[in-house]
C-alpha cells in the first residue's frame, strides 16, 4: 500500500512539472513579448519606395543570383530573421509574394527600427533593410538612402 501511494505522488508530481512551463520556456516568452514591444511603426510610402528601388514592382525579381527574391529583394536570413524574432514559420518562396513580402519587411524593419535608441527615421529604416540589422550604421549603405530618397 505504502509502494502504491508512494508511486501515486511521484506521477503526480511529474504531471506537475511537465505541466508547468519551464524558465527557459517563460523565458522565451518574455523575450519575445520584450521584441514585439519594440516594433516601430513602418510606413506604408517608404514600402513603396523600397520596393521602387529594389524591383520597379516586379514581385517575381530574383536577384543576386537567386539569394534574393521578390518585389523587396528578400533573402533567406532576413526571413529566417523573422521567423525566429516572432515565432512565425515564413519561407524564402513567400517573398514572391508582394502581401508576404512587405509583411515580412514590415515586421523586420519594426524591430530592428525599435532597437536603435531613438525613435528611427525613414533613413535608418532603409539602410536597415539594405543592411541589415546595423545598416543605418554602415557607410555602404548611404548610397542605397540616396536611391529610396528619390522615391519618397
Known amino acids: 500500500m505504502l509502494k502504491n501511494t508512494f508511486i501515486g505522488i511521484l506521477i503526480a508530481i511529474f504531471v506537475i ?7 527557459e520556456e517563460k523565458k522565451a516568452k518574455h ?3 520584450r521584441h514585439i514591444a519594440c ?11 523600397l520596393i521602387r528601388v529594389e524591383s520597379k514592382g516586379d514581385t517575381h525579381a530574383v536577384g543576386g543570383g537567386g539569394k534574393s527574391l521578390g518585389c523587396l529583394q528578400l533573402t533567406k536570413i ?11 514559420d515564413f519561407s524564402f518562396n513567400d517573398a514572391l509574394n508582394q ?4 509583411e515580412i ?12 535608441g531613438r525613435k528611427p527615421t525613414l533613413e535608418d529604416l532603409a539602410r536597415i533593410h539594405n543592411g541589415g540589422p546595423n545598416g543605418h550604421k554602415k557607410f555602404a549603405t548611404k548610397k542605397y538612402w540616396e536611391k529610396v530618397k528619390k522615391e519618397l
Open 17 to 23: 512539472h511537465i505541466s508547468l512551463p519551464n524558465h
Open 31 to 33: 523575450n519575445q513579448e
Open 39 to 49: 516594433m516601430v511603426d513602418v510606413p506604408d510610402e517608404l514600402i513603396a519606395a
Open 78 to 88: 532576413y526571413i529566417q530573421e523573422v521567423n525566429e524574432i516572432y515565432k512565425t
Open 99 to 102: 502581401q508576404k513580402s512587405v
Open 105 to 116: 519587411t514590415k515586421m523586420y524593419l519594426g524591430y530592428f527600427g525599435g532597437r536603435i
